[in-house]
Nanobody
């Protein structure tokens, strides 16, 4: 099972980026997916999650209203649209596959992890 995150880069504050997570080796269409991030010197933190059919999403407070998580189950791909980016959004972003149809906010809800993609937001 592999999760490949991509789409990171460097943007100025107020800009946008779209992260993509491609899954292979397992069909995640029946499972929840999540996004986490880790800033330098900080612990990895929850960002957003989406359930198995995309009907339910949940966001961490710092990103509510700015980030949108979605999925294309036919392509086994998951997206994180990030708008109005702030310097404090700078981090390595990880996609993760849940062990059930709904992912939670804790890392232990996700046994499958991608390698991470760097997002840098300058002021």
């Amino acid at each position: 099972v592999q999760l490949q995150a991509s789409g990171g880069g460097s943007v100025q504050a107020g800009g946008s980026l779209k992260l993509s997570c491609a899954a292979s080796g397992r069909t995640f269409s029946s499972y929840g997916m999540g996004w986490f991030r880790q800033a330098p010197g900080k612990e990895r933190e929850f960002v957003a999650t989406i359930n198995w059919n995309g009907a339910w999403t949940y966001y961490a407070d710092p990103v509510k209203g700015r980030f949108t998580v979605s999925r294309d189950s036919a392509k086994n791909t998951y997206l994180l649209q990030m708008n109005s980016l702030k310097p404090e959004d700078t981090a390595v972003y990880y996609c993760a596959g849940a062990s059930s149809s709904y992912g939670g906010r804790q890392e232990y809800d996700y046994p499958y992890w991608g390698q991470g993609t760097q997002v840098t937001v300058s002021s």
